[in-house]
């Protein structure tokens, strides 16, 4: 599997991805919101996009639909209830996406950052999550726009925390710096986030490292809800919380605490 990753280097920080079969050239393009850069990488690669996936509805991630679509005839893939024109095939939890003959990516529903909102999971060779919106380099997606913290609890407690530390993570944003700022202000003492941030800070999108679902659970303060610390900062944080917040209830407090950070 070959993956490029497009730092689109706007406001929001997007990232697109072409993820190409080595023996075919064919190439599915993820989010491409820098179409043209995205359509530029292919030729140049020698790839052929022959389909497009949205991770989810969001402008920022379809507005480049139509213009891939209509240079490469590319199918159109997105959730099943996902509102996105032209969508040609829907998909849900367990389908599959062929990508050539040596990349299939299994779709997950991560419901969430919105409600109809898909990652995808490479589990041949090097393993990887492109995972949207749901789940960010130490962070995770708003619930603002149509989504719901509590729905995204529950895809990082059932689907994303099982998944095998050597995962690497491809997100759809690169909100490293700035997470990582939240990490520390929840938890201070965590050596692993502090280091990160000495060696990615001043770095821009196109730099960024690529991280591991290993390295997410030592950085990213959403998967550590059984910190000592990081429990005792939220229930200082916020009023209404019991003494003992389950899991939940310290994930919905730092999504809240998170927004208004």
């Known amino acids: ?11 929001l920080r997007n990232y697109n991805y072409l993820v190409a079969c080595e023996e075919t050239g064919e190439a599915l393009a993820i989010d491409p919101l820098a179409h043209e850069e995205c359509l530029r990488i ?3 690669r020698g790839f052929e996009i022959t389909q497009v996936l949205n ?3 969001h402008t920022d991630h379809v507005a480049g ?6 240079a490469t005839g590319a199918e159109v893939i997105a959730h099943t209830r996902a509102k ?10 367990g389908a599959h996406v062929q990508v050539g003959k040596t990349v299939t990516l299994e779709c997950m529903d991560t419901p969430g950052h919105t409600m109809s909102h898909i990652c995808l999971l490479a589990r041949d060779g090097e393993a990887a999550l492109f995972s949207g919106d749901a789940l960010f380099n130490a962070g995770a997606g708003n619930c603002r726009n149509g989504g719901d913290p509590e729905a995204l609890y529950e895809t990082f407690a059932q689907q994303l925390e099982p998944l095998e530390s050597t995962v690497r993570l491809y997100p759809g944003h690169d909100y490293l710096v700035a997470n ?4 520390l202000d929840r938890e201070p003492g965590n050596a692993a986030a502090t280091e990160m ?3 990615v800070e001043g770095l821009d999108g196109d730099d960024s490292p690529i991280l591991t679902i290993g390295q997410e659970k030592e950085i990213n303060t959403f998967f550590r809800l059984g910190s000592r610390e990081v429990v005792s900062g939220v229930c200082r944080a916020l009023d209404g919380l019991p003494v003992a ?3 939940k209830q310290v994930f919905v407090s730092l999504r809240t605490l998170r927004d208004r950070w």
């Open 1 to 11: 599997m070959i993956v490029e990753r497009v730092w689109v280097g706007n406001s």
């Open 42 to 44: 292919a030729r140049r």
């Open 55 to 57: 991770t989810h509805e």
């Open 65 to 70: 639909n139509d213009h891939v679509v209509a």
């Open 84 to 93: 996105i024109p032209g969508v040609d095939r829907r998909v849900g939890a």
């Open 180 to 183: 990582l700022k939240f990490t």
């Open 197 to 199: 941030l000495g060696y």
């Open 245 to 247: 917040p389950t899991a």
